[in-house]
């Protein structure tokens, strides 16, 4: 979930992401008033067709809204995350993230499970000997991880 400041007004975006299809058009939400959201609405509506699989999420968005998404700036990383960051859970079954990204400005944490089914959802995953190799879904940095069979 993102903060948009809009002209109109606070507007929140919730983006559910497909882990099957990680490129693919994520579900967005907008949360605020109807008047402030009426805007971000029509522009996903009119311009869905712009979507570029080639492209990021947040690059994709920015383009699609003509505007710059709100980020964390690069190096600061204040708040450490616990939950899985595909998931958003702690505890999944008892177990708990324990795979995390090696990116020193990232350093976000993943269940085993969580991040072998993103990694299999991308187009460009590889699989060697039960290690599955991917990039992070926060910071498209790569990454690997070893496969429960």
């Not at 903060?3 to 606070?10: F, K, R, V």
Request: net charge negative.
């Amino acid at each position: 979930s993102s903060g948009i400041n809009a002209e109109y007004g606070d507007v929140s975006l919730i983006v559910t992401l497909d882990p099957s299809q990680p490129n693919t058009l994520p579900r967005c939400r907008f949360l605020g008033s109807a008047k402030s959201i009426q805007p971000f609405q029509n522009l996903l509506d009119e311009k869905v067709d712009e979507w570029d699989a080639g492209l990021g999420i947040v690059e994709n968005l920015s383009n699609i809204l003509d505007m710059e998404l709100p980020s964390k700036p690069a190096g600061e990383n204040t708040a450490i995350s616990i939950e899985c960051g595909v998931c958003y859970c702690y505890d999944m079954m008892g177990q708990i993230p324990e795979i995390s990204c090696n990116n020193d400005d990232c350093k976000q944490l993943f269940h085993v499970e969580c991040l072998v089914e993103w990694f299999r959802g991308l187009p460009d995953v590889r699989q060697s000997f039960g290690t599955v190799f991917g990039e992070c879904p926060y910071c498209s940095k790569p990454m690997h991880v070893q496969a429960i069979l």
